[in-house]
């Protein structure tokens, strides 16, 4: 480890003008490049204090031994210079996009006597005209095999073509109608180019006028009865059609633009693109990258540019829609201007279609993400090395075969929850997951989050506690024919017991507060075997018990990526039953304490009433007049609604439409009750018969 000081340079030494940087290592292999408007004040920012860095760039300026600039006119040169240095020296410590292919595009090579389609990549060639870019090739071969039936112009290569015409025969393609044949003379060069030109017309857009020609010349041949033509006819046209459904508008003013969204975590970013030509998606492109740099959206959409446009990347269109404008966005345009030689608009698209299809394109960087996560955790190799690292670098004293994490849901102290999920050999058991309801010391909640995960902590372990006292679980549980148990059972209802194991890690969503009361409360049960980190979420430090530092665990190791996984998967446990318990606390009524006064006479007195406030204006006699309520209800009602301290009604609470549909009592309940506890996601089960729905009404509780 290299102490930065050692090779600062003096500040007077560094010109206060834009450029570009690169910091190299020992054997002087560069590993970042970097570009400034001001180097001395970029560069001051690497020599601060190595705590107050985020801990890639300290690992980053510790590695490197020198630190080298150019100085540049202006911070177009400097964008260039610094994408240059960058595809030349592949530095470890810049956030790469691995794809970065060439796209293919569907080319007509119209500067030749005979044009040809073809897939083509690379550099644009003069005299050829371009269509996409495509996601891949097969999918411009998909295209192309399906408009030759009517557009039949040449696809073979030079040296095909040239053998057909010096034997006098052509080939398949031309045999099949695939093509017009024009290396036989069985079509002309005019005419050929004539059809290439109808073929670009259709690529470029027009699709309208070759369908509606196509169905005038099936008509007209149907009218002589000429059948056979008619039915090619008919078939081109299907053929046409299949063709503009693959190539749906998206945005209805035509333009050619990409679309780029980000989704990520501290760890990874997955990349989605769509390159929209004509008003028309023409082909997409996803990476997921390693977040080696300590960059905001913004710096990660400048990084994702300078990459897909520069040297032997996509052609640039009139518009590039991004999620986050960089800081330098002006001079990033005028370099995208460049490339293209006309002007083009780089911007965050805020309303309409593009702001639409923008969310449409976040929306696959999020599932690419997810799936990439997905069958990263399915990789047995990485789980074993996930639990190994984990082992190692927490001196645990086993491998965590069971780790359960606890997360808190609230919002503004009102209806808090706690999670609890389990990970099994590196891998959610769902049926052992579990909510719990906070109470707090009175009764009415925590009072904030450490009393919260306190509790929660708690009632954890005691229910472990009293499980295993009455003979659940263990290592030696046993059936009554002496076989050992697969897995803890209640012996009083056979059913899985709920809290019968104890994890070998476990872990709270994060520092060093909720550790610190996540300890606590294991040392007053006194549970000393349990090892228990916390996951800090703003740079996914590993938190132990009692110490002053954190737990930085490699940016590689599978075994912070399973902590994050687990830490993500109780949050979303935990937030999804929070959102639902507020949702069922907005809909309730006052009318569902009332004893005796089910949905079907609430839905009754709604009816006559049209609100709950009239009802509680009306007396006991005009409540039992309603059909199904006697008198001795009516006066239960009106107590109800008039006691004092019952719920103030809202003058201006709108009134209920009648009308309006019950909720569904055959729903299944989206967990099954467990005490103060619910069982998790895959032992919720649908009830016989849920709770009885309540009426919606104008008047909610406080």
Known sequence: MTNPASYRPRPGEIPDAPGVYRFSDPSGRVIYVGKAKSLRSRLANYFADLSTLHPRTATMVTTANRVEWTVVGTEVEALSLEYSWIKEFD?????????????????????????????????KRAGTRYFGPYS????????????????????????????????????????????????????SPEDHRALAEDFCAFM??????????????????????????????????????????????????????????????????????????????????????????????????????????????????????VPALPEDAPELAEWLARSRGAKVSLRVPARGDKRALAETVRTNAEGALALHKTRRAGDLTARSRALADLERELDLPTSPLRIECFDISTTQGSHQVGSMVVFEDGVPRKSAYRHFVVRGADGTGARDDTE???????????????????????????????????GAVDPTTGRPARFAYAPQLLVVDGGPPQVAAAQRALDELGVDDVALVGLAKRLEEVWLPGEEFPVVLPRTSEGLYLLQRVRDEAHRFAITHHRKRRSTAMTRSVLDDVPGLGPA????????????????????????????????????????????????LDAEAPALDAEAPALDAGAPAATEAVGDEAVGDEAAKPRAAAAPPRAEAGILEP
């Open 91 to 123: 530095p470890r410590f810049n956030v790469k996009y691995r794809d970065d292919k060439s796209y293919p595009y569907l080319a007509v090579t119209m500067g030749e006597e005979i044009p040809r389609v073809q897939v083509m990549r690379g550099a």
């Open 136 to 187: 891949h090739a097969w999918a411009i071969r998909e295209t192309v095999d399906l408009l030759l039936r009517v557009f039949p112009i040449r696809s073979c290569s030079a040296g095909v073509f040239r053998r057909a015409a010096s034997s006098g025969r052509p080939c398949l393609l031309g045999y099949i109608d695939k093509c017009s044949a024009p290396c036989v003379g069985s079509i």
């Open 204 to 321: 470029a857009g027009e699709t309208a006028t070759f369908v509606r020609r196509l169905e005038r010349e099936m008509a007209s041949a149907a009218a002589e009865l000429d059948f056979e033509r008619a039915a090619r006819l008919r078939d081109d046209l299907g053929a046409l059609r299949r063709v503009v459904e693959k190539n749906a508008v998206v945005l209805s003013d035509g333009t050619d633009a990409d679309v780029f969204a980000l989704a990520g975590d501290e760890l990874e970013v997955s990349v989605q693109v769509f390159h929209v030509r004509g008003g028309r998606v023409r082909g997409q492109r996803g990476w997921v990258s390693e977040r080696v740099e300590d960059l905001d959206d913004a710096a990660l959409v400048e990084r994702l540019l300078l990459q897909v446009y520069g040297e032997g990347g996509a052609d640039v269109p009139r518009e590039v829609l």
């Open 452 to 486: 919260a995960m306190h509790e929660v902590i708690s009632r954890r372990f005691k229910r472990l506690a009293a499980e295993r006292a009455a003979g659940i679980g263990g290592s030696d549980a046993v059936d009554e024919d002496g076989i050992p148990l697969s």
């Open 601 to 648: 006479r609430q839905r009754a007195l709604l009816a006559a009433f049209r609100s709950v406030r009239a009802l509680a204006a009306a007396t006991p006699d005009e409540i039992a007049a309603v059909p199904g309520i006697g008198p001795t209800l009516a006066q239960v009602v009106h107590e109800a609604l008039t006691r004092p301290g019952a719920p103030a």
